[in-house]
């Protein structure tokens, strides 16, 4: 099993990036996907959750409106877009697939906002 994220970086505070992540090793259209991230000091936090069929999305209030969070079941790939950018939005974050009892996680990508 693996889940593989890319596309972190360095942004400015307003700007936009756009976070992937491509599993493998599992039967993809039958997990649910999440974005979680971890800052600096900080608790893993759920960012965003989309259901195995992509058929509901749900989101942490603090993201509500800026990020954007979807699946592609034929590329076994989700993605995160996240707009307006904040500094308080610097974390690392990572890919997370759960089924039942079942649950992976990625390595993480590192997203940094400062000017």
């Known amino acids: 099993v693996q889940l593989v994220e890319s596309g972190g970086g360095l942004v400015q505070p307003g700007g936009s990036l756009r976070v992937s992540c491509a599993a493998s090793g599992f039967t993809f259209i039958y997990y649910d996907m999440s974005w979680y991230r971890q800052a600096p000091e900080k608790e893993r936090e759920l960012v965003a959750t989309?259901?195995?069929?992509?058929?509901?999305?749900n989101y942490a209030d603090s993201m509500k409106g800026r990020f954007t969070m979807s699946r592609d079941n034929a590329k076994n790939t989700v993605y995160l877009q996240m707009n307006s950018l904040k500094p308080e939005d610097t974390a690392v974050y990572y890919c997370?697939?759960?089924?039942?009892?079942?649950?992976?996680w990625g390595q993480g990508t590192q997203v940094t906002v400062s000017s």
């Open positions: 997370n697939a759960r089924r039942g009892k079942y649950s992976y």
């Open positions: 989309i259901t195995s069929g992509g058929g509901s999305t």
